[in-house]
């Protein structure tokens, strides 16, 4: 299953999709400039509000739409982070130029970013500078690998990521397991194992560097309950794998989609259960490492919007969570939009407001990670 539920119910569109710039070395080395997609439904004539101040951060996405063939697939853009104004500012820019690229992981530090891109054989890893220059496939032999749900490691060297084998849909009965590779495609590690009926793994996400010089790794484990159900816990594990322990627990609801704060001292996530419809979610972990007790994990927001938030992300000051939703009717139509909401549960900002379906946020230090400016 996809982090993001949207790009699931596209995978098999896009399996089928040749991504021509990937299996094409020439072409990934030279992505060329990224181009402008100019969106937005100001009117013409219409005055526009006076612009905000400048944005410290920029929110790195995909935004799904069709093609001159009209498939729909994802494309990585970019906007500014208003988080201080009530002005959305929707213009956008590609990041990468490579249509079927998206749920990309960056090191603003390293300017180094690492996505998902599609392939004739399904799903593998792609990397380039933050900007899109020097885009190439990472894998060795990604035809029998599928990958995605990338995650960089704070010193920029490393990717964990999700595999399966190819052929069939990732599940309980094609589970995924939780991989580490080196930045330049070498020392690919199986990690953690998932197991056929039994167990599917998910989302890996990394810890700030510990004390002791180590890394963790949060990551979701999908398993079935005895009635049945498929259910889904938070659990941590060293960044070789040892010494796995739960989270959360292991309860009639599904724990998706941990993200670990700046800081270490939190893990966000998406709970849905009989009284969770989809919630933003919050767990400590500073202290979790060397108790028996599981921390008390808590819902971000008093009162969540309507609907299901996903794909939540920490702002690299950690004041502030990313995520999206499609809690409210803008114009005539409902779309998954771009929001961030401050740590405390409070603030909530729309950032997007365009047609389009969006999906996976990444912030982005704007000032030091592209060559082209917004405005």
């Known amino acids: 299953m996809s982090r993001f539920p949207l790009a699931a119910a596209l995978s098999a569109a896009l399996s089928i999709l040749t991504l021509t710039a990937c299996q094409d070395p020439t072409a ?53 982070a208003f988080v201080d104004s009530t002005v959305i500012d929707d213009s956008v820019q590609a990041v990468t130029g490579i249509p079927g690229a998206f749920d990309a992981s960056v090191s603003a530090a390293h300017n180094v970013m690492v996505y998902t891109c599609t392939t004739g054989h399904g799903t593998t890893l792609c990397r380039s500078a933050i900007d899109g220059t020097g885009a190439r496939t990472m894998l ?21 990521f999700r595999g399966w084998a190819p052929g069939g849909t990732v599940g309980l009965f094609n589970p995924a397991h939780i991989y ?31 004390t002791d010089g180590s ?30 322990k739960a989270l959360t627990a292991a309860s009639e609801h599904l724990d998706t989609e941990p993200t670990w704060s700046p800081d270490g001292r939190l893990v966000a996530f998406i709970r849905r259960s009989a009284s969770a419809a989809g919630d933003l979610w919050v767990v400590p972990v500073n202290d979790s490492f060397s108790t028996t007790a599981l921390p008390v994990a808590h819902p971000l927001m008093s009162t969540d919007p309507d609907g299901e938030q996903r794909a939540p992300a920490w702002s690299p000051d950690g004041k502030r969570l990313a995520f999206v939703s499609a809690h409210e009717i803008l114009g005539t139509f409902y779309n998954w939009q771009v929001y961030s909401v401050a740590v405390d549960g409070t603030q909530l900002v729309r950032h997007t407001s ?15 990670s592209f060559r082209t400016p917004l405005r």
């Open 28 to 80: 990934l080395a030279s992505p060329g400039t990224p181009e402008q997609v100019p969106v937005g439904d100001t009117a013409v004539g219409t005055p526009l509000p006076p612009p905000p101040k400048a944005a410290q951060f920029d929110l790195l996405f995909d935004r799904w739409e069709s093609d001159e063939s009209r498939i729909v697939r994802p494309l990585l853009v970019r906007t500014a």
């Open 140 to 160: 060795p032999n990604f035809s029998a690998l599928n990958a995605d749900q990338p995650a960089l490691s704070p010193d920029g060297q490393r990717v964990a």
């Open 354 to 368: 365009s047609p389009h379906e969006h999906a996976n946020p990444v912030w982005v230090n704007a000032s030091r």
């Open 215 to 244: 890394y963790r790794l949060a990551y979701a484990r999908q398993a079935r309950s005895a009635e049945g159900y498929v259910v889904s816990h938070l659990e941590v594990m060293r960044d070789d794998g040892s010494e796995s």
């Open 180 to 210: 580490i590779v080196d930045i330049d495609g070498t020392n690919l590690t199986r990690i953690a194992a998932g197991a056929v009926g039994a167990a599917s793994l998910a989302s890996p996400t990394w810890s700030p560097e510990q």
